[in-house]
């Protein structure tokens, strides 16, 4: 078994749980609880009909998405890269941005993949511990470094860091490219899109599988400067060329398109986050201030593994992570109103 010794040990990300029982309200892996844009469904006929077009190579570029995202968000083409899942942008990103001796910095509490890819591409990193709050301290990320990356909103915290402490951190790394994770920005944060006028070494990364509803077509973007992107795409190209299939290229086209569908379930999610927030405070939960489309809750008498082992008995989902510092912390899922009233009414009794 010598060969053993040379394969690539890596510790991977553990993905929240997929259980394929339907009959569960599942509020674990904040995904979107409405469908997609029905303009979605109207387009996958249009598949049907011009099925003939699977036989070809999609186009590298995925073509008409990369015309409509770029339309969408009003910055040229030559500034956008598509990848399949923003999980696939943020690697690519990694490892055509991360090449230095220097480590690269992301807090101790955020999104469990950054430490997995650099691992997995040998790229030295340092974990910078939040503050008491939970809060990003934004002096903190002017030491030496070889990149920057910050998920905005940090998840599973919920909470935003301000534009103007992104801009201080990007402005102050001028040799660093800093990459932030916009996943959950379209409720209710502000994105960092607009520093791209001003700086070349910002990344900012968004996908469709949350605020777009549209996870299982795998369609991630980000936006950067010409030469971040051109080195992405070298990267990209020397790996696998074709990865945006034809078919999510057409429906992630209808969903970008369908601006009035997507402002108004932004808004019912943040409106059931706002009330849920309410009534979970009433049962004596600490909730931390989100700016996304979960909540990061911790009850004052009752531990979050003994409530996330109640609530799953009951078949209501959430997410627990067992690690330091956040381990008596759950992460909700915004659910719609039904499914947010059947968990007030679980955790009623739970406390009872
Ligand atoms: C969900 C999520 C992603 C990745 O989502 P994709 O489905 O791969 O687009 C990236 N970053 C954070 C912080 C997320 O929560």
């Given at each position: 078994m010598g060969y053993e010794k040379n394969l690539r040990k890596v510790v991977p990300y553990v993905p929240g749980e997929q259980p394929q029982n339907t009959n569960i309200i599942k509020l674990n892996t904040n995904e979107n609880p409405y469908g997609p844009t029905p303009r979605v469904e109207e387009a996958i006929k249009t598949i049907k009909t011009d099925v003939d077009r699977m036989r070809l190579y999609p186009p590298v570029d995925a073509g008409?998405?990369?015309?409509?995202?770029?339309?969408?968000?009003?910055?040229?083409?030559?500034?956008l890269f598509i990848g399949v899942g923003s999980d696939d942008v943020l690697s690519v990103a990694f490892l055509t941005c991360f090449n230095s001796e220097k480590p690269v910095l992301f807090p101790?509490?955020?999104?469990?993949?950054?430490?997995?890819?650099?691992?997995?591409?040998?790229?030295?990193?340092?974990?910078?511990?939040l503050d008491e709050n939970f809060k990003i301290n934004r002096e903190d990320y002017l030491k030496e470094n070889g990149g920057i990356v910050i998920a905005n909103p940090n998840a599973p915290t919920?909470?935003?860091?301000?534009?103007?402490?992104?801009?201080?951190?990007?402005?102050?790394?001028?040799?660093?490219v800093v990459i932030i994770d916009e996943a959950y920005v379209d409720f209710?944060?502000?994105?960092?899109?607009?520093?791209?006028?001003?700086?070349d070494n910002i990344l900012v990364v968004q996908t469709f599988s949350k605020s777009r509803s549209m996870a299982g077509n795998r369609i991630g973007f980000c936006f950067?400067?010409?030469?971040?992107?051109?080195?992405?795409?070298?990267?990209?190209f020397s790996i696998n060329s074709y990865t945006m299939n034809y078919p999510s290229i057409v429906l992630g086209c209808a969903a970008v398109?369908?601006?009035?569908?997507?402002?108004?379930?932004?808004?019912?999610?943040?409106?059931?986050?706002?009330?849920?927030?309410?009534?979970?405070?009433?049962?004596?939960?600490?909730?931390?201030?989100?700016?996304?489309?979960?909540l990061f809750v911790s009850h004052e008498g009752v531990k979050a593994e003994k409530i996330f082992a109640d609530l799953k008995n009951r078949g209501i989902y959430v997410r627990y992570f067992k690690k330091p510092i956040i381990d008596n912390y759950l992460r909700i899922t915004i659910g719609t109103d039904e499914q947010m009233k059947a968990l007030i009414d679980a955790l009623k009794e739970i406390l009872a």
């Open positions: 008409i998405l990369a015309k409509a995202i770029s339309k969408y968000y009003g910055i040229d083409e030559k500034k101790n509490i955020t999104y469990s993949f950054y430490d997995v890819w650099a691992d997995l591409y040998k790229i030295p990193f340092e974990q910078l511990p919920s909470l935003e860091m301000p534009l103007e402490d992104i801009e201080f951190i990007v402005k102050n790394n001028p040799d660093s209710g944060a502000e994105t960092a899109l607009p520093l791209l006028d001003k700086y950067g400067s010409e030469k971040i992107i051109k080195a992405m795409n070298d990267v990209k398109e369908d601006v009035d569908y997507f402002n108004q379930q932004c808004a019912k999610i943040i409106k059931t986050r706002e009330e849920s927030a309410a009534e979970l405070k009433k049962l004596g939960f600490k909730v931390l201030d989100s700016k996304t489309n979960f």
